[in-house]
């Protein structure tokens, strides 16, 4: 599957953006999905990820209760929903999926999911 992300840019702490991605192909809804972020000088980190139905959801605790993850499978395309930002949020967001039919933690964690978006670069002022 092919992954495109967009509406990532700069916002101020505090405020909200939310990042799309759009999948390839006609068995999107097989995928478990995830997004990850990658700061300067450090390592791609987990953030959140949605199961195929959309009915599990898991996030890393630096952004639960700030962030939500969504899809629509009609549409080929998961979300991030992005509130209360912080200046450490700054980073490029990848989306990610998994092989198909794979359960949720197939995208926990960087090693596991099978494709990889381009990235879109966030950047949140103080």
């Known amino acids: 599957v092919q992954l495109v992300e967009s509406g990532g840019g700069l916002v101020q702490a505090g405020g909200s953006l939310r990042l799309s991605c759009a999948a390839s192909g006609r068995t999107f809804s097989r995928y478990a999905m995830g997004w990850f972020r990658q700061a300067p000088g450090k390592e791609r980190e987990f953030v959140a990820a949605?199961?195929?139905?959309?009915?599990?959801?898991w996030y890393a605790d630096s952004v639960r209760g700030r962030f939500i993850i969504s899809r629509d499978n009609a549409e080929n395309t998961v979300f991030l929903q992005m509130n209360s930002l912080k200046p450490e949020d700054t980073a490029v967001y990848y989306c990610?999926?998994?092989?198909?039919?794979?359960?949720?933690?197939?995208?926990?964690?960087?090693?596991?999911?099978?494709?990889w978006g381009q990235g879109t670069q966030v950047t949140v002022s103080s």
């Open positions: 949605i199961s195929w139905s959309g009915g599990s959801t």
């Open positions: 990610a999926a998994s092989r198909p039919d794979e359960a949720i933690v197939a995208v926990t964690t960087t090693g596991g999911p099978a494709s």
